[in-house]
């Protein structure tokens, strides 16, 4: 088996033991990327000190040191996320050459545990978007097959993981960006609690929404991940202070559960394939033992236009930052010196921002505005309230709630672009949760007839990771979808 082949725990274990190297590990995949990233661009820059760090793990094995629980691990790194010295362009113009003095606290922490970062990967700009195709850098191809997108707005991190070119990668999930990715490209991705993981060094697009989570071939690479990057952090005061207590190697299989199935997401317009495979699902998790009953999520309806309303609006607010005076991108006059400030500040920001983002700044700021906050945002944030009372309801009555992750498989690159409701309504099934901020993944189930993935999706109530990591890993040894491999790189 070659080593970009290894789960997380296969590499870590190996590194420590001296099977082989830190750096012949690093090595292996970087080769990797650079023999097939040209066909999928799941990578916008590569990490030109990564063999260095590696080398340096090593080093310690050799004294004797303990490098972490990561020992050596390569990790793909969303281009959200600040890395001191290294590039970070949340995929625009308008950041196309900044380079960061920190690093983000969730990404330092991944290093301290000995993880090794390969390089940033692909994204919608600024995160907003489904398909990764709004990428300043173009858009990014799904590893099992080129002729479909990867999902978004994650969508590099999950082929790097799926093309093998890391064993696993860090994203951000704001109303599925992790879990729709996951489960167009055949991972594990997890959403956690909101607060569970520090933002500090996430470029923001909504505030309230936005949460870092891993994405991995299997769920206890994703455990991994989680161990690494969870706990509270003094510089994000959204962040929880429970202390995170490590689940590797201390979380089980289980059955005994009971799982919510909400009637809402039941009917509607789903791909009869995306449908069979979750009722499959729930057949054969009820002979494993698991039981379900049904539940209702009353004004999940809502979720799409409210998710919207909140995340535009915030987004509206978090952008204006980029006027091109304090970092970033400026636009450069073209005869004469700009007559204002505001012309300066317009065409920066016309020059440096995408279609789709331009898009969202203009809703939000709409939303935002005198004489509409009250009848768009004011009423958003109501609505928003009864979607998280819901599920607390539900919650009652069940340990976890499953449900399909999106609407239609991967769909082929191009068919959406020009459709933007048609891809806002792909999230319809994971936008409350981001809404409630609760926790949430995505785990692979099976393929089309086609061969593209196929995932479900596990909520759990706010702090129950430890309770949706179980039935995942249930559902995984059910559905035997470990050890498939994306078959579209040539």
């Known amino acids: 088996m070659e080593l970009y082949q290894l ?68 990790i793909a790194v969303k281009d959200l996320f ?21 690093t983000a606290t969730c990404v330092a922490r991944m290093q301290t545990s000995g993880a090794v970062i390969l390089g940033k990967t692909n994204m919608d700009e600024f995160a907003m978007g489904s398909s990764n195709e709004n990428s300043y850098f173009g858009g990014c191809r799904n590893p099992w097959n080129l002729e479909y997108v990867a999902g978004g707005s994650s969508g590099g ?39 569970r993981v520090s933002r500090y ?22 455990i991994y991940a989680l161990d690494g990057m969870c706990g509270p952090d003094d510089h994000d005061s959204t962040v929880s202070r429970r202390a995170w207590k490590p689940l590797r190697g201390h979380i089980k299989r289980s059955t005994q559960f009971k799982v ?16 069979s495979a979750f009722v499959k ?31 535009t609006s915030e987004a509206s607010s978090n952008l204006s930052r980029y006027d091109g005076l304090r970092f970033g991108f400026r636009a450069k006059p073209t005869e004469k010196e700009w007559s204002s400030l505001e012309e300066l500040y317009c065409e920066t920001r016309a020059q440096g921002f995408g279609t789709e983002v331009k898009r ?23 609505v928003r309230n009864l979607i998280r009372q819901d599920f607390l309801d539900v919650f009652q009555s069940c340990d976890l709630i499953m449900a399909p992750v999106t609407t239609t498989p991967a769909f082929k690159a191009g068919a959406r672009v020009y459709d933007p409701m048609r891809m806002y309504l792909n999230d319809i099934f994971t936008t409350a949760v981001n809404l409630s901020g609760l926790p949430g993944m995505s785990v692979p189930v099976g393929t089309t007839q086609i061969g ?28 035997g979808f470990v050890g498939r491999t994306a078959n579209g790189l040539q």
Not at 282 to 310: C, N, Q, R, T, W
């Open 7 to 74: 789960t997380v725990k296969e590499l870590s274990a190996g590194i420590k033991q001296k099977k082989f190297s830190a750096v012949e590990v690093s090595r292996a995949f970087l080769k990797r990327i650079e023999q097939h990233d040209k066909q999928i661009n799941a990578f916008i820059s590569l990490n030109p000190d990564c063999e260095m760090a590696a080398k340096r793990v090593d080093e310690q094995i050799a004294r004797g040191e303990d490098p972490g629980f990561l020992a050596g691990v390569p």
């Open 82 to 102: 600040c890395t001191k010295n290294l590039r970070t362009t949340a995929a625009s113009k308008m950041l196309e050459n900044f380079i960061p003095p920190y």
């Open 157 to 195: 991190s999950a082929a790097a993981v799926a093309g093998l070119f890391a064993p696993v990668a860090m994203g951000s999930d704001t109303g599925g960006s992790i879990r729709q990715p996951a489960s167009f490209c055949g991972l594990t991705g997890i959403k956690p609690t909101y607060g």
């Open 201 to 222: 060094g996430m470029i923001a697009f909504a505030s309230s929404l936005d949460q870092p989570g891993p994405m991995g071939k299997t769920v206890e690479d994703c």
């Open 260 to 275: 919510g199935l909400p009637k809402e997401y039941m009917v509607g317009n789903v791909d009869s394939e995306v449908m």
């Open 281 to 311: 699902c729930i057949e054969d998790m009820k002979k494993a033992g698991v039981e379900f009953v049904d539940v209702s999520l009353p004004h999940s309806p809502y979720a799409v236009p409210v998710y919207y309303m909140v995340a």
């Open 360 to 382: 969202r700044i203009l809703l939000g700021t709409f939303a935002l505005s005198s004489g509409y906050y009250d009848a768009y945002y004011a009423k958003a944030s109501k």
């Open 452 to 479: 593209l993935p196929l995932g479900v999706q596990i909520i759990g109530p706010h702090f129950a990771e430890e309770q949706m990591l179980s039935l995942a890993l249930a559902i995984e040894d059910v559905a």
